[in-house]
């Protein structure tokens, strides 16, 4: 579940909807929970104030308990990803995800993945970018001597004034939709993982390790 979804419906490596409805756009969070008579409870997380976005995870993680509860165990959503991008509020926003996320822990019975990408979601994209001809390989190093440092391997540099994160995909991938995806689809995990570090891409794969690979993997 996603703030980008309703915009970027295909920004995960590969997708597969269910028909009862696969994402929340986090924008009409509190009409949902309205619409499903799941009542939010507001206040403090373990004691003290939550982070920036708490209460909207709160929210999200509550309103799948009440969707689970009535559904039929087949049907049970077994895990929440939650990708909210920092925008230079990653210290805040993190702390408010895990404190929403720490608190639904003591009673969820779904997984839950946060995803945070630091500072967009096009950090994440440009991890996986790989020149596959001359021309790209062109515009990679035009971008690289601009900007003064690699965008693919270094994308949380990118500060998100002006757009810039997604100017410098949008050149590099010459504003080709379907290029962009073959950089989430194609590229190899382990080189995600490996340019990741400061993105918050690699706490995002090791988290989809940790808690969805066992699910996929069990019996």
């Not at 990679?140 to 965008?151: D, M, V």
């Not at 270094?154 to 290029?179: C, F, I, M, T």
Request: charged letters at 30%; aromatic letters at 6%.
């Amino acid at each position: 579940m996603a703030d980008l979804i309703g915009e970027h419906p295909d920004a995960v490596r590969s997708w597969h909807p269910s028909e009862r409805g696969a994402f929340f756009d986090v924008h009409t969070l509190r009409k949902q929970a309205k619409d499903l008579g799941v009542p939010i409870p507001h206040g403090h997380f373990n004691g003290r104030p939550g982070g920036a976005g708490a209460l909207m995870a709160r929210t999200v993680f509550h309103i799948v308990r009440a969707l689970n509860r009535r559904a039929s165990e087949s049907e049970a959503i077994r895990v929440v990803v939650l990708v909210w991008d920092m925008d230079q509020q990653s210290s805040d926003r993190r702390r408010g995800l895990r404190d929403a996320r720490d608190e639904a822990q003591t009673w969820a019975s779904f997984q839950i993945v946060i995803g945070c990408p630091d500072p967009e979601r096009e950090a994440w994209v440009l991890a996986g970018f790989e020149p596959i001809d001359d021309a790209e390989r062109v515009r990679l190093e035009n971008a690289r001597r601009q900007l003064g440092f690699s965008p693919t391997e270094q994308a949380h540099r990118l500060v998100p004034h002006d757009d810039l994160p997604k100017r410098v995909l949008h050149a590099l991938v010459n504003g080709d939709p379907e290029r962009e995806a073959r950089c989430w689809r194609e590229t190899p995990l382990d080189l995600l993982w490996e340019r990741g570090e400061h993105s918050g891409l690699r706490e995002y794969l090791d988290e989809v390790r940790r808690h969805i690979l066992p699910l996929m993997t069990r019996g």
